[in-house]
């Protein structure tokens, strides 16, 4: 018999065949399930196919879905946030800040959606956390994380008049945006202005910054005037969107119209047409006259401090040719600082019969603004902010439509004509 000797080298050899062979064997068997083409692995149900197939038959039917999606920025504040599920009800919803602030919200009485609460904060990073049921009890969970839109990607409109608020026929409704606006159409028609009059309402835009409403004449008195603000995600300007979604609702009250004329110094109060009194008045002097035209009422204060240099009115010294502390009744008619107030350091003889004011419309008045009998008092006491002074026959020229709420001293068709919409 021959004898065989087997060298280390062909002994490394072998042990390497033998441990690829084997490593085969455990390859196959590990992930194919089978040992050749025809074969199936046969065992315990462990294979990842039976694995696969007994969780799809344990997992749960129920589909959440989170929006704004996993990752969003610049999301709303107001709606972007929910979640709602197919084939089961939600069982848990929670939302908190980054910070781990916790954010009120409730599940909708079938169980079918989840909602914050209230407004979200601009620039803040959210996280949610769902988890639903199907019918068999099983459960599912979702997660995301979003964050809102920044102040600086967002604008806001500060609008007058407030809600719930009762004004006077003049008064427009304006919005001050924060950021100028270059798509005036699109921001337009997220707002709309209705009356209870069936005035036909209609914006006009002065500048980047400012729209203002109006129908062709005053309001009706005694109608309801509506402004809707729908301006989530509108874009204002380039990557700058819209956060609001808000309405508002404000009563017009009596029609009273005062008209003062500079000429016969008196100032004539209508209410609904009808003259219900006549007031002595002095108006701006020949040197600083009045602005004339159609002024709205837009603050009342019934004692505030003027101060000449604040209007560009001073002496040599740079101080204000007048500082008076504690001007009774006074209802600004522009931004400018054109006031209808009272005067108590004027003589008494000058109401009716000269105009010596630096622009002002003054009405006979007693110190200290308690004195509601006086002309001043009673004119304030029975004023309210949108009421209307339409300023005559002061040979000044008329007061520009954006200083102050003052855009009745535009025609309807040049009102019409600054709408973007």
């Known amino acids: 018999m021959e004898k065989r000797v087997m060298t280390d080298s062909k002994r490394r050899k072998g042990l390497t065949v033998a441990s690829a062979l084997l490593g085969g064997v455990l390859v196959l068997s590990a992930c194919s399930g089978e040992s050749d083409g025809n074969a199936k692995g046969e065992g315990d149900g462990s294979s990842q196919s039976k694995v696969d197939e007994a969780a799809a ?25 929910a979640v709602t599920v197919t084939k089961g009800t939600l069982s848990d919803v929670t939302m908190k800040t980054s910070e781990g602030t916790a954010v009120e919200g409730e599940i909708s009485s079938d169980k079918k959606s989840w909602k914050p609460s209230g407004q979200l904060e601009r620039a803040t990073a959210y996280k949610i956390a769902a988890t639903a049921k199907d019918s068999d009890g099983r459960a599912a969970h979702e997660n995301a994380s979003f964050t809102t839109v920044s102040p600086d990607n967002s604008f806001i409109g500060n609008f007058t008049p407030e809600d719930g608020s009762t004004v006077g026929v ?47 004449d005053y309001w009706k008195g005694n109608s309801t005037v ?7 995600g509108i874009e204002g ?8 979604q808000k309405t508002v609702t404000f009563k017009v009250g009596r029609n009273q119209v005062s008209i003062v004329d500079a000429k016969t110094k008196t100032m004539k109060v209508t209410q609904d047409g009808k003259t219900i009194k006549t007031i ?19 603050e009342k204060f019934k004692e505030t401090r ?3 240099a604040t209007v560009g009115f001073t002496d040599g010294d740079g101080k204000g040719e007048y500082d008076i502390k504690d001007v009774p009744h006074a209802m600004r008619l522009s931004n400018s600082g054109t006031f209808i107030h009272g005067n108590y350091w004027g ?14 419309v003054g009405l006979s008045d007693t110190k200290g603004a308690n004195d509601t009998t006086s002309p001043g008092g009673w004119f304030f006491t029975n004023s309210i902010v949108g009421d209307v002074v339409d300023v005559r026959n002061t040979g000044d020229k008329t007061v520009a439509p954006d200083n102050g709420l ?6 309807w068709a040049a009102w019409k004509a600054g709408s973007a919409a």
């Open 237 to 244: 300007a380039d990557g700058v969107y819209g956060v609001q």
């Open 347 to 360: 003589a008494k003889s000058i109401f009716g019969s000269a105009n010596t004011s630096h622009g002002c």
């Open 280 to 298: 002595p008045i002095s108006a701006g002097s020949p040197e600083n006259k009045t602005y004339k035209g159609q002024m709205v009422i837009s």
């Open 406 to 411: 003052n855009g009745w001293n535009l025609d």
């Open 226 to 232: 509506t402004l809707k603000l729908n301006l989530d």
């Open 306 to 308: 003027m101060n000449g």
């Open 170 to 216: 003049g008064m427009p409704v304006s919005i001050n945006f924060d950021k100028a606006i270059t798509n005036k159409a699109d921001v337009q028609k997220g707002i709309t202005v209705s009356s209870t009059s069936g005035q036909e309402v209609v914006g006009h835009w002065f500048g980047a910054n400012r729209l203002d409403f109006r129908p062709e």
């Open 57 to 81: 038959k344990d997992s749960s039917e129920a589909q959440i879905k989170i929006t704004p999606k996993d990752g969003s920025d610049n999301a709303s504040i107001n709606s972007a946030a």
